[in-house]
């Protein structure tokens, strides 16, 4: 079975432009999560969606969004670039059966590193 | 507050050598997950263990195991017999009872293993 995909794998792009960020969560998950995981760090999140609602929001500027379609596929959009959004941005999935479910484990895809220059 | 503290930023060891990477963590939560992952130079995290608050039972998997304890809010990771592919870095993570899903990762410990 395939694991969590993500694409792009690399990105290089320049401050103020915008970037969008794709997942494919493993079948029969329905819940996805983001993170942002800068270099020498531990990952940190950002959104969490089940059922394609939000249920999850990290400590992130209105500049970061996402969104998650009837397939459970997710995306993630960052405007206006800074240098800082450089990082390796990882989506996991998970099997939660509920809305409070927490006790499932994240799968986490290879992630798409960003570079901004 | 809810936080995770690896002290350890990097260990390195020979081949076979036996390994604990500790993990100490911090919630004022009853109910709560605790989570190792690895992670090696392709990027992927790899989920190795869950462990309940209410499940205190020490736990192996071959050469891994896991020792938690609750009185000293620890939960540490040890490796028997290390081999050059353990070589990667590896976060403990919380998870509160009824979030909404996110994990609080450490920082990470790099463990190199030479051969």
């Known amino acids: 079975d395939a694991g969590v995909t993500q694409s792009p794998t690399h990105l290089i792009k320049t401050r103020g432009q915008h970037v969008t960020l794709r997942c494919s969560p493993i079948s029969g998950h329905k819940s996805v999560s983001w993170y942002q995981q800068v270099l020498g760090q531990g990952p940190q999140f950002i959104f969490q969606y089940y059922e394609k609602e939000e249920r999850g929001r990290g400590n992130f500027p209105d500049r970061f969004s996402a969104r998650q379609f009837p397939n459970y596929s997710s995306e993630l959009n960052v405007n206006a670039l800074l240098l800082g959004d450089s990082a390796l941005y990882l989506c996991a999935s998970s099997l939660r059966t509920s809305s409070y479910d927490s006790n499932q484990p994240q799968h986490f895809g290879d992630g798409t590193r960003l570079s901004i220059l | ?115």
């Not at chain 2, 263990?49 to 809010?73: A, L, M, P």
């Open chain 2, 1 to 115: 507050a809810q936080k995770v503290t690896q002290a350890q930023t990097e260990i390195s060891v020979v081949e076979k050598e036996d390994v604990t990477l500790d993990c100490v963590y911090e919630t004022r939560d009853t109910t709560y997950y605790l989570f190792w992952y690895k992670q090696p130079p392709s990027g992927e995290l790899v989920f190795l263990i869950r462990r309940n608050s209410f499940d205190e039972q020490n736990e192996i998997s071959g050469r891994y195991s896991w020792n938690f304890q609750k009185s000293t809010s620890s939960f540490n990771f040890t490796i028997t017999a290390s081999q050059v592919v353990d070589s990667a870095v590896y976060f403990c993570a919380l998870r509160n009872g009824g979030s909404q899903g996110n994990l609080i990762f450490g920082k990470g410990t790099k463990l190199s293993v030479k051969p």
